[in-house]
């Protein structure tokens, strides 16, 4: 699947393991929260990256106290409907703190870049190759935010009077 | 009222752009009718039985004579000369092509409107008390903070996908004419300790198919954390609220489910880690938006104005219009003056094109250019003089707006029904006519008094039929259209969800049905009650007994 980060497809490097599978001996590999929970040790003992993906009933609260040990963590979007993950993003950045990346898998539309972008998601697992394209587009249409979010945006109610202070 | 600055007019403007190229993309084929449906329910666009249908958002239901004035030109040019208002507070328009919502859209821009969030699983308008800022029952104008709400809740990145619909309400007053113990988060200004204002905050409460009137989670919320315990309690909802079920995703479902206390104690935690924080608005900010909703220049006048009584005493007509449509107005000398827009045998919300005009017209010459659209699907012109009031009502009589029926038997809120609406089982609005039809004669229905009914054409409650004094829900059985009655619902300080009287009645009984209730409470009533008054000290049973004796 290609992989949007910072607008541009990339190569993607990481591998995701399926439960059952065989851990590959190195590389990044991403394994689902129920093998982390079931094979802390063995994981921890991998020398390679290691990240985590989290079903969009799984809160990143599960992991709260590991989240440095992980390099990447995805949030599922099931649906584009299913909106738990947008909280799950902002509650890793604003609240955990956590500075990896935090990558959007699943129905990863278009038209949701620019919610993903402002909650902290920063990688995007996308359906075809003209998203770079679309990406510029869908996050640049509108530039006018009312709310503080986990981006560096800043809300027109402190944009209003940061004018009025300087006049 | 509120007017766009720079930054609320470029996001209007960008959003219309967006649209259009979705449209486009859509009309290329680019975009599959799945793939759009969520895109053009971000901008109130559904598609209904016959057509698309528009809803365009009236935040808190104030418009200005200019933006009324657009309104009418769009029915005109892009429909079939008429508009519905809504309980929402909004307008919305059946017949519009697809192709021309982009230019729609830009037309409600160039007056400071958008159909953002009129659907979709989203924050939709906030609503609020129609007599606001001039209600003589008032703590403090709450318009203040449905617009920072309204911002706020504008292209919320977080909240935009939640597990279903999301309604808030605020009221400034004691006296409930918002609803908002049946909404999602239902607001209320209270008094604190120190005389500080500040609100209390209901969650859960909300009409479909599970009604409930909502829980108090806080007693009192200082004004300044408004926004982050909103956001706390949308937090607790979008990570918890059900979405395995659609018709269990409303989260007046979590607080059912989880109950108060826990819901109270979660949103309470979340709040713990965001108050204090980058949500609280600067002060500047609220003066800014505060400034906007200054009372408009009111003359001086006296409480007493001889010259209305006056022309009440010559005028039967007039003096009963005066009695029934006008509200108490917090400045000596001026009344709230309510247009009905249930004229006999009429559609409950509906206006033509040349009606806005005349009302944007009038609101300029009596009312400071100022137009509302009430909940209950009438408008009001809010600052009136008693002195002009004679001729206000004349010239209202001549565009048929001065029926005076306000809060009577024919002052009916109906969804649009099965003549319109895809999820539909019944149609609501011939309902309606029917029953307006019955009780044409205003003596009776002055007689009668103060009676709200109600009618949905489906279990999702659109039109309030759980909330009715008397309530009508549309079925359908073997193809044949019936309507259940609900009794002794409100939807004011006393709110409560109606009571199922019995069996369901074929569409040709459900007016003699309806007749036969008011009959009984008009023989049962003590001492000037109203009907409410009396169901709740009878009970449903002399009801009941009188509508199925005969079966």
Redesign the interface.
Known sequence: MPLLKDGVLVDDPWVTVDDGTQLPMDGPAMVSLERWQAHRDELLGRNAPLGIRLKSDQSPALIADDLDRFAVVALEFPVFRDGRAYSYARLLRERYGYRGEVRAVGEVLRDQFLFMLRCGFDAFEVRDENAAGQWREAVSEISVVYQPAADSRTPVWALRHRRSAAE | MYRY?E??Q??VD??V??FR??VARRLAGELTED?FK??RLMNGLYLQLHAYMLRVAIPYGLLSAAQMRRLAHIARRYDRGYGHFTTRQNIQYNWPKLEDTPDILAELASVEMHAIQTSG?SFRNTTTDQYAGVAADEIEDPRVYCEIIR??S?????????PRKFKIAVTGAPNDRAAVRLHDIGLIMRRGDAGETGFEVIVGGGQGRTPFVGPTIREFLPKKHL?SYLEAIM?VY??LGR?DNLFKARIKILVHEAGAEKVTEMVEEEWR?IKDG??D??A??VE?IRAHFAPPPYETLAAAQPAFEEKKRADGAFATWADTNLAAHKVPGYAIVNLSLKPVGGIPGDATADQMDAVADLAEHYSFGEIRVTHEQNLVLADVRRTDLHVLWRKLRDIGLATPNLGLVSDIIACPGLDYCGLANARSIPVAQRIGNRFADLKRQHDIGELKIKISGCINACGHHHVGHIGILGLERKGEEYYQITLGGSADQDAAIGKIIGPAFSSEDVVDAVETVVNTYVELRQNGERFIDTYRRVGKEPFKERLYAAA
């Not at chain 2, 919320?156 to 996908?161: A, L, T």
């Open positions: 600055d930054y609320d470029t996001l960008e959003r752009r967006q190229g979705q793939e969520p895109l699983n911002q706020w504008t292209l919320h990145p977080e909240f935009s996908f939640l926004l937090r979008n990570q979405r880690h980058a949500l608005l600067p500047e900010e800014r």
